[in-house]
């Protein structure tokens, strides 16, 4: 069975600090992709950051980066130098190559302090 | 930019009407999708077509069918509406089945 299992369900970041938002998944296909979505307060689900099961070296998009690690089955997200405009829900979400369903995680809200 | 639009950002429905949700995306997708989003279920996948007239069931098919008579259209159709499917909808397409989804702004329906 296909899962994604993100355990934070609220976290709180000082302005400028860097926030880890935690993501596990669980499949059998051997190849797969990963991806991160944030969701602003307005709705409207924004990509953010992909990872292939079988790229050699973590993604990184500016202030985005995904800590893969394969063996543990994580795929975490590292947000760097959070700004007010950071505070959103974010989810995990993985797409096997078998199939053509994403399967999404619970979602993580994130509230940058000021 | 892709767009993807959703014909309502709210929708206020009473129980046992036919609904209707369209979704059109600009890109040439081949892909489209239809979640349902509730809190703390994250997104449901209910249905979704990789080509015209094509259409596949997701993880919550039941009470919805979908349409796709057009490569940049797909509709979700609620046969009639109950309240437990007052709930924020989520339309996306994507260029390929292992490509990052492009998603709509939602539909926040709410049956009454």
């Known amino acids: 069975a296909q899962k994604i299992t993100q355990t934070q369900p609220g976290m709180f970041v000082q302005e400028k600090e860097a926030v880890t938002l935690d993501c596990t998944y669980d499949?059998?296909?051997?190849?797969?992709?990963l991806f991160w979505y944030k969701q602003p307060s307005s709705g409207e689900m924004i990509f953010l950051i992909y990872q292939g099961s079988y790229d050699q070296q973590n993604a990184t998009e500016g202030r985005y980066s995904l800590n893969f690690q394969k063996a543990r089955k994580s795929a975490n997200l590292v947000i760097s130098a959070s700004q007010l405009g950071d505070s959103a829900m974010y989810f995990c979400?993985?797409?096997?190559?078998?199939?053509?369903?994403?399967?999404f995680g619970t979602g993580t809200s994130l509230t940058v302090i000021p | 930019d892709v767009k993807v639009t959703q014909s309502s950002r709210y929708l206020v429905k009473r129980t046992g009407e036919k609904v209707f949700l369209e979704c059109v995306q600009d890109m040439d997708h081949e892909n489209m999708f239809w979640y349902r989003q509730d809190p703390g279920l994250g997104l449901r996948l209910i249905y979704f077509?990789?080509?015209?007239?094509?259409?596949e069931k997701g993880d919550i098919p039941e009470g919805y069918s979908v349409s796709r008579e057009k490569k940049e259209r797909f509709s979700l159709i609620l046969e009639s509406a109950s309240t437990n499917q007052t709930s924020m909808y989520l339309c996306a397409s994507s260029w390929g089945p292992y490509n990052e989804q492009f998603f709509g702004p939602g539909t926040r329906l709410t049956v009454l």
């Open positions: 077509s990789y080509d015209v007239k094509m259409k």
């Open positions: 499949t059998s296909d051997p190849s797969y992709g």
């Open positions: 979400a993985m797409r096997p190559n078998t199939g053509n369903q994403f399967y």
